[in-house]
């Protein structure tokens, strides 16, 4: 199976890495905050501390990752979806990354994960805020 980084593991990602861990996949879940860390293990999903709003915390989790599931649909800070995003998908042209779940509420970002795709070949699937993040990652993966 896979591994799949999820970026953020709150609520409705430590739901989504217990499902995914249950179908037989390693799941990496990030926190800004290394108190949250034990919730996202009881989840299953390896803890991971960075901070989405500095992508360079981040590339440490994603080692081994063919799934990135960015869950920002109930975060409105236009920065997540537009210069961070970005700037995430430039990284991970360099990474084992195949495959990327965007979810978000920001029509920027949209553009931002289509135009990864095409200019990188990156498959990307989107996401409206609250849709189907396990059917995604199913889908990028060809399950």
């Known amino acids: 199976m896979a591994r799949v980084l999820i970026v ?10 217990r499902e ?8 990496r879940g990030t926190t800004r905050d290394p108190d949250r ?9 390896e803890p991971y501390v960075g901070d989405p709003d500095r992508i360079g915390t981040l590339m440490g989790a994603l ?4 799934i990135v599931v960015w869950l920002m649909g109930a975060i409105e800070d236009p920065n ?18 195949r ?6 509420a920001v029509a920027t970002g949209e553009a931002i994960a289509r135009d990864a795709a095409d200019r990188w070949q990156i498959p990307v699937r989107m996401l409206a805020p609250g849709g189907d993040a396990r059917g ?8």
């Open 63 to 66: 080692a081994g990752v063919t």
């Open 20 to 27: 995914l861990v249950e179908a037989g996949h390693a799941v």
């Open 37 to 45: 860390t034990a919730a996202i293990a009881a989840a299953g999903a």
């Open 80 to 97: 997540l979806h537009d210069g961070r995003l970005r700037m995430l998908f430039e990284k991970l042209v360099d990474t084992p990354v």
């Open 136 to 143: 995604a990652v199913d889908e990028l993966l060809g399950l």
């Open 99 to 104: 495959g990327v779940v965007y979810e978000g």
């Open 8 to 17: 953020p593991c709150g609520g409705r990602g430590q739901a989504l890495a």
